[in-house]
């Protein structure tokens, strides 16, 4: 069975900590997305990594791929109140469907 | 653009009542997906259309049809709601480019059946 495991499911933490989700997949793709979902909306894709070893960086988020070890990696720096959301990986499998994630809800507070 | 529009926003049916989704995209994708999200369970694909008149189920079609009426409307339909229906759906396109299947979300439909 494909699967997609991310840890925590909950995380709760200060602004101006750093802090990192995981998220281990079972495929031996080398495509790997996240997305953000706030709160009563509809999902933002973050990141799309393309190959082993890819590291995208956007403001206090960063997220990499390491297809060797099937793990992807969300990294938060210096959180503030604005990143809080649900942050889901998906992991694409061999028909090109994506395999989710249950998500990691992620509060900040001030 | 709109991206991906889908209507109704809310909808609540009684037991047995049927409706149907709407779902339309005007970023020309080929590729247009159905899901269900529900409370710690993440997006679970209900159906699923790569191109324009072929449809294929997902992990969850069970009580569901669909219609992908042309390139950009892809329809889900309830015959018989019941409860355990009761979630949030949501529409999303894509282009599928080489083995990149990034995906693009409409703003969901929240569905109650009493």
């Known amino acids: 069975e494909l699967k997609v495991e991310q840890n925590p499911l909950f995380l709760s933490m200060q602004e101006g900590k750093n802090y990192t989700i995981y998220c281990n997949y079972s495929t031996t793709s080398d495509r790997l997305y996240w997305y953000r979902q706030d709160p009563g909306k509809s999902l933002e894709s973050l990141f799309v990594l393309l190959s082993n070893g890819a590291v995208k960086q956007e403001g206090r988020l960063m997220a990499s791929l390491d297809t060797k070890a099937r793990l992807s990696t969300l990294h938060i720096t210096a959180a503030v109140h604005d990143l809080s959301a649900t942050y889901f990986c998906?992991?694409?499998?061999?028909?090109?469907?994506?395999?989710w994630g249950a998500g990691t809800k992620l509060i900040i507070k001030p | 653009n709109a991206g991906v529009t889908q209507t109704p926003k809310f909808q609540v049916l009684k037991t047995g009542q049927s409706m149907t989704l709407q779902c339309a995209q005007d970023?020309?994708?080929?590729?247009m997906y159905w899901y269900r999200q529900d409370p710690g369970m993440g997006l679970r694909l209900i159906y699923y259309?790569?191109?324009?008149?072929?449809?294929d189920k997902g992990e969850v079609p069970n009580g569901y049809n669909v219609s992908r009426l042309n390139k950009r409307e892809f329809s889900l339909r309830l015959e018989s709601a019941a409860p355990s229906q009761t979630s949030v759906y949501f529409c999303?396109?894509?282009?599928?480019?080489?083995?990149?299947?990034?995906?693009?979300f409409g703003p969901g439909t929240r569905l109650t059946v009493l």
């Open positions: 998906a992991d694409m499998d061999s028909n090109y469907q994506l395999i």
């Open positions: 999303a396109s894509s282009v599928t480019s080489g083995s990149i299947n990034e995906q693009f």
């Open positions: 259309s790569a191109s324009e008149g072929t449809t």
């Open positions: 970023m020309n994708h080929n590729s």
